[in-house]
């Protein structure tokens, strides 16, 4: 169960800071590891907002269609986290354990089950044993800490060789606020709203609306583009609270001007946190940007730079080194958005390859070469036909992937 | 470049019998191969009618742009095939290799140009030095034999390990009637109107319009319903070929009931020959089948079918012998089509494994392991929401898939 560490992970984990109005704690169901923390509590300060994107999947998990349901009414206490079984396809009993953790959760922290967010993640159609959860949480209650930062992210681990943080001081009209975060995820990772599972608070006080409208439009541009495999999960949930313990003038709109600064440190965070899933994706050696601009609009853009992304053939050849463009242009072709094949521009490495439909005069494949055998590659694709872009996030297709993903239930 | 046979190969490669006014011959241009012919030309006798389903890639070759156009006449005297290089993304360079190949062709078999049709696979992007097809022409029309068929059917191989041949006999009316035919491919494989190169020809007298209306169906149930990486050709070309050798009442619409066995013949043919593609799957070592019941239509059981042989952790499981049906459950979600979570049935070997959201109680895995450890397996998936239905075929996700792609161009 447990691989190497991804050679394209960060040099050194950072320690998230306390964070007003967070406490957490982490503890073993054993209901799949041995040895290792597998259940995490978040507590949240009364007055909590929260927003969240979820996965878009039509198999999506009972503890999706809670969060979905619960967050209509804007307001929460807790989230539960729990790695290993994701309650996913596991019909009445599921949405059983569900309630079950979320009313136990609500009598302890003396909040509504409405309150109380769960996620799980892990193997697909195994019943879980809702009481591994229940009997340990008084213990998790007792534990919660402001510190408890590092072993919550490690917590929530399924297959991810290291924990995903990360943390922005920002400003709202010039009060200081803070942003932090942790995520999840190596495989089953091409996020379809939101990625497998991330956790990111603030201490700013803003209202659930303006949380959502803020959410959105940042989850497109981070976690909604990154791939991995091209898999959907079932459990992909990204939630976002504010506990409103920093002070700062009240924000009632997403429009307002004061929101500046909080919109782009978050969405900042979001492609940190979104980038780190990618550089510990199943198997990675290489981690590749891929920029792509002249289409019809950004969404086109998206599309086409996640049809690059996801091409097998694109990625096993970047796994070799290989300065194959040609499957750059195939996965172009297959991805259903206007392109101008014969205005197609593709440089990898910032080095131009191809300009109008052919390669250039002259190419020299040697400074190509020497750029995909580094751990950091872009590529970048004109498409010939707008003005819309897009970046999009992606590893390398590997030896280690299969090796993971044939042995993950053993 | 030559890589083991595939276990999936069939036990022996038939020989496609001579067709009444279909001649072969093969040669080598050393474009990129060695000791190997890398080039088939195909005659065809007066008269020949064709129909043609080709990529829907905006990425598409002059070759096939070529073919598209020629189509519209829907008359054959010729095709040339090459192997090694795909002539896509060529620019203008590459559409004057098809016309002067197509030229060349023409004035050696006394024809017009646009009867000749042109096919080209093998690496994207690099310049095809038209001389070395022009050079040997002549050569080949001195060997063209009846009896060329095994020739061609090897010449036209890139990175298979196996030459793909079927043969019908049909009839039309009581009159007998043979339908031959090659293909080839084995990655890049998720045809978006046909695979990457199939030739199929028939002695039937039939028109142009009535052969593209009987082809176009057939391929849905075949070529485009095969996946091996998910990754759509730039050269995806399938044609069929009439040469009216055969004596059979006159055939003038699609419609006639004359042409029933003759579709089911053509039908059951593709099917032989996509399969095979399959069979050759880059790395393949488990072929398996995919039968999704239960769908809105019959398009959409094909895409939740796709959805599931093309995801890498479907896959990888499979390569693994892993009864892992989540990640099946995980495939529907995501494809996008109406599914009903709770009365979703999922069976692999034929044993009910899921039903009504949730695993059936007492499953036993210890029969799904043992199927799954087999060459051949099956995926069946009722969707619950309507009639329509849809059968699928792929192959496994091994380190094999890695290692041919990770090197094809070296």
């Known amino acids: 169960m447990s691989h190497p560490r991804s050679p394209l992970a960060p040099d050194r984990i950072i320690e998230l800071p306390p964070l007003a109005g967070v406490r957490l704690a982490t503890g073993l169901t054993g209901m799949r ?4 923390d597998d259940l995490a509590l978040i507590e949240l300060a009364p007055g909590t907002t929260i927003a969240g994107v979820l996965t878009r999947s039509l198999s999506c998990s009972p503890p999706v269609e809670w969060c979905k349901a619960k967050l209509k009414a804007g307001k929460a206490r807790a989230i539960v986290v729990n790695a290993g079984n994701a309650n996913a396809f596991t019909g009445r009993h599921g949405r059983d354990v569900v309630s079950t953790t979320a009313t136990a959760t609500a009598k302890l922290l003396d909040c509504k ?42 917590a929530i681990m399924t297959t991810d060789t290291f924990p995903k943080v990360a943390t922005r001081r920002t400003a709202i009209a010039g009060a200081p606020v ?39 439009p940042a989850a497109d541009r981070s976690f909604n583009a990154i791939t991995v495999d091209g898999d959907t ?12 313990q920093a002070r700062h003038v009240a924000v009632r709109s997403a429009a307002d001007a004061n ?3 909080f919109r782009a440190a978050l969405e900042d965070l979001l492609v940190d946190l979104a980038t780190q899933v990618v550089r510990d994706g199943e198997g990675a050696q290489k981690f590749v940007t891929i920029d792509v601009t002249g289409a019809q609009s950004a969404k086109a853009a998206r599309r086409i730079g996640l049809s690059i992304g996801n ?4 990625k096993t050849a970047l796994a070799a080194g290989d300065a194959n463009w040609g499957r750059v242009v195939m996965a172009v072709g297959k991805a259903g958005e206007k392109a101008d094949r014969d205005k197609l521009v593709i440089k990898m490495g910032g080095i131009v390859i191809a300009r109008d439909g052919a390669q250039v005069d002259g190419y020299d494949e040697a400074p190509v070469a020497r750029h995909l055998s580094g751990r950091e590659v872009s590529i970048e694709v004109d498409v010939g036909v707008g003005k819309g872009s897009a970046r999009v996030w992606t590893c390398d297709l590997t030896h280690g992937y299969i090796d993971i993903n044939a042995s993950y239930r053993s």
Request: hydrophobic residues 45%.
């Open 311 to 314: 091409s097998p053939l694109v």
């Open 233 to 244: 999960s079932t459990s992909d949930t990204l939630l976002l609270c504010a506990t409103g």
């Open 113 to 154: 089950p409405g309150e109380v967010f769960i996620a799980s993640t892990g193997v697909i159609g195994v019943p879980l044993p809702v009481e591994t959860i229940t009997r340990i949480l008084p213990d998790l209650k007792r534990q919660l800490a402001a510190s408890g930062w590092p072993r919550a992210s490690q």
């Open 259 to 261: 929101l500046k600064l």
């Open 178 to 216: 803070t942003i932090s975060g942790m995520c999840k995820g190596s495989g089953m990772i091409m996020p379809d709203m939101a990625t497998m599972l991330a956790f990111v608070f603030t201490d700013a006080k803003l209202p659930a609306g303006v949380l959502d409208s803020i959410l959105r």
């Open 33 to 36: 590891y041995k040895g290792r």
